[in-house]
């Protein structure tokens, strides 16, 4: 589907529809397309957008949950998010999801599944980990064909 | 051992002693003290010192090693650090270790395991994983007695 052409669905929750846009302006700036958006759903607020930055910081941790994270950490000046939730394209690396676990996130909802890279349901699986000493509730598949099409289309063109 | 009596062992390799340096300053600060020192060996240069700093900065992500190589791709204006090696007083966590193998470090020295949190020889053991896609030498238990024994007091005064 041509990109003019997406519409999201109208199910779509608007941080997805948010971190989607996240991941636009990253395919933009020539960053792999991943965005990611924090909230607090207790206080209806946003707490953190954000998308990779790897190219542009010369950083091979500025993964887009990572840089929501430290945002919104930092904004708080807590180191915990107890009750927060993360909305990611992309199914979290197992460097992101042992973040999330760190930072105690209720719960993570992405987009596309990552069988290559992805931490959360291939590879280590890390919030199975008898050694995960948080496990947030995961919710995989968010508007995943438009967030999967965002990546495809950024690496195709780089072919 | 009392601190005061403890000497590094001639055999301790200068980075790692410079990285238990780090974990000291960092247990002065009241972080958990783990420090890191990231060195490319081919030029002979440390190019990061760095220690724990989740308290201070209230992030979860702020371990010894992320910041060391967050430090180090920074001054180097490199998203890799090929050929370079890492010393950390504590075993990686999975966090730590996948940000490792994104920076394609050459080498990883560390000094104490860690059985609960470490991703490295515990845990997901994260250079094991077949979605790994780079995978660094490993030494572990360099000068691992005074490493676990800055730990071990760090935690036993906050009891």
New interface residues.
């Given amino acids: 589907m041509p990109p003019s052409e997406y519409q999201p669905s109208s199910a779509a929750p608007a941080p997805m529809r948010q971190a989607l846009e996240q991941a636009r302006a990253a395919a933009c700036a020539g960053e792999v397309p991943v965005g990611a958006v924090l909230i607090d759903p207790a206080r209806g607020a946003v707490l953190a957008r954000a998308h990779n930055l790897?190219?542009a910081?010369?950083?091979?941790?500025a993964h887009a949950e990572?840089l929501a994270?430290?945002a919104a950490?930092?904004a708080?000046?807590?180191?915990?998010l107890v009750g927060c939730d993360l909305y990611v394209t992309l199914e979290p690396?197992?460097?992101?999801?042992?973040?999330i676990a760190?930072?105690q996130l209720r719960r993570v909802y992405f987009g596309a599944y990552d069988?290559?890279?992805?931490?959360v349901d291939?590879?280590?699986?890390?919030f199975t980990?008898?050694?995960?000493?948080h496990r947030p509730e995961v919710i995989g598949g968010i508007e995943e064909s438009e967030c999967a099409r965002l990546l495809r289309g950024f690496f195709q063109e780089r072919r």
């Fill in positions: 790897v190219e910081l010369n950083d091979p941790t990572l994270i430290r950490t930092a708080r000046g807590e180191k915990r690396c197992p460097m992101c999801a042992t973040a760190f930072a069988p290559k890279g992805g931490g291939h590879g280590p699986r890390i980990q008898p050694t995960c000493h």
